[in-house]
């Protein structure tokens, strides 16, 4: 755990990303999808891209049927993709069905293919990265990331229930090395043996993260910290395409907004919420990453405003005399 | 429809309340509860009667069962029960058994009894109430409360799938004569016959009322109106005993803050989300109105303080340069 996670701001910092990348085969409503660009790590290097301009960097594997043609794409955006290892073998794939109001998926398929050997190798340049987001893998990979950098501003990590279930000690030992968690809230009840979210929190915040963050899809997102709770809304939108990859947007835009001020205090982090929830919101409009390839700042700008104006109940809140 | 609904403030107003006055029993998981009082105005007005001291009035009808002391309790908290009408039979009583997780409920039991023949009527003291709120009843009775009513600054009503599916015509024309509807979510989308909520409000404002409140339970509310959309969150509690009657908490809180303020103006009306929310969040805290009962001023200021912080994003939200 680092010991100035809440320092004061040092200026825009690179934001290190480790996680997936992958092909995403999608059963939506609207039509079926194949060979879609996915994985955790895409998402939130493209969605913390349109944010902050101070150095996104992605670490991850891919096969040798992977286009050169998405790695030109991340790099369009401004991400460095030095750190993504190109391995003999196929891309992870992914195939998910869809229900017809958007609200669950099915598994219909994993190919772990070359993630099923990744070993996060972070470059030597990128070892200095204030702000480092671990997406959902081995927490025994995730501690070996930490091992490799030095002592970052603030370190956020993701998980899911397969880690939860299956490697308690690793996933405790991550848990006691990270300043942030960044999870939904079925994983926050599965990890904590308790429901009610609120002490499911507590629960969790005594194992190790001092922030955590429980996402709750299109009922928005809950931040635990030394400040107290926070909440935002999801932004309420009139179509939603496709939810894949909407977390990991959201955590992309929440360490994008933190490493382009290069602060993690309280203060920003509520501010954070917003750009988390923004680019989540981006991210569900289109099939796959399509929209957050296309969006630029004065989308951004734009959304932030109305998600203002969505919250901004105008000053102080007295109960009338 | 009235015409000044937008009108600047006029100072604190009384509220009229129109709606029932039941019997509960109560099947929770940590209990069974016989006969607790109940009914939606019940609920509203002990949460409206919370927040504002400018005259909270309920219309309902009870048996000749219904104990002298209950309608002392409502009159303890501020309420003028002039208008309970105490007619001969039995009080209306419903019975619901909760689900472990309190997150659905099954009707056991419906009986009407003396509200099957419910007409409201409105006492002569009572017609000019700037602010009425009508409870979920017949919309035909809905219509006819505002018959009787001397055109108020702001008119609120509820329904509920019943009459949605049953009475669509009688529910027209209560639409048409409202300012502001409020509903849970899947109401919403029954009644509009949409899913998407920002679509399904849009289509139920071109019906009538020209605000609307959508309300999500344990998901926060959304409220729709001339100058946009604006959230409020539920609050986040530790512990929630019962959800009964929290969807009339917060129609009541919402009601009880714009009367006090003697205004419905937007800027208005986003204040009173917190209230309403933070009504909603008393009401769940015990078992049936228990905790409404016992709250006071500096419990609705604190935990509207607590809210404050739960969305306050330290000032303007800009992209970093």
Redesign the interface.
């Known amino acids: 755990m680092s010991a100035n996670a809440v320092s004061p701001s040092s200026g825009?910092s690179p934001l290190l990303i480790v996680g997936s990348i992958a092909f995403d085969d999608l059963d939506m409503p609207t039509g079926e999808y194949r060979g879609v660009l996915g994985g955790a790590a895409t998402y939130a290097a493209l969605a913390a891209s349109a944010?902050?301009a101070s150095g996104v960097r992605i670490v991850g594997v891919v096969g040798d049927d992977f286009p050169e043609a998405h790695i030109g794409a991340l790099r369009a955006r401004g991400v460095d993709t030095a750190g993504v290892e190109r391995a003999a073998g196929r891309t992870f794939r992914w195939h998910g069905r869809y229900s017809s109001?958007l609200a669950s998926r099915t598994t219909l398929d994993t190919q772990l293919n070359v993630f099923a050997d990744f070993s996060p190798k972070v470059r030597a340049e990128h070892r200095s990265s204030p702000f480092v987001l671990l997406g959902n893998i081995h927490p025994k990979l995730q501690v070996g990331v930490l091992e490799q950098v030095q002592r970052p501003t603030l370190v956020a990590a993701d998980t899911m229930n397969f880690w939860i279930g299956g490697e308690p000690a690793a996933l405790a030992e991550m848990l006691r090395r990270i300043d942030l968690l960044i999870i939904n809230d079925e994983e926050a009840r599965e990890l904590s043996g308790v429901?009610?979210?609120?002490?499911a929190a507590a629960e969790i915040r005594r194992r190790g993260p001092k922030m955590l963050i429980i996402k709750?899809g299109e009922?928005?997102a809950?931040l635990f910290d030394a400040a107290?709770?926070?909440?935002v809304?999801a932004y309420?939108?009139?179509?939603?395409f496709d939810p894949t990859g909407a977390g990991d947007s959201f955590a992309g835009g929440l360490l994008g907004?933190l490493a382009?001020?290069g602060d993690a205090s309280p203060?920003t982090l509520?501010?954070a919420?917003?750009?988390a929830a923004a680019l989540g919101s981006f991210c569900v409009e289109g099939i796959g990453p399509e929209r957050l390839l296309k969006i630029g700042?004065s989308d951004?700008?734009s959304r932030?405003?109305s998600?203002?104006?969505?919250?901004?109940?105008?000053g102080?809140?007295?109960?009338?005399s």
């Open positions: 825009p944010i902050t109001d429901h009610n979210l609120v002490r709750r009922f928005g809950l107290g709770t926070f909440f809304p309420p939108l009139e179509e939603v907004y382009a001020r203060a509520r501010k919420m917003f750009f700042r951004v700008a932030i405003a998600f203002g104006r969505l919250v901004d109940h105008g102080e809140l007295a109960l009338p």
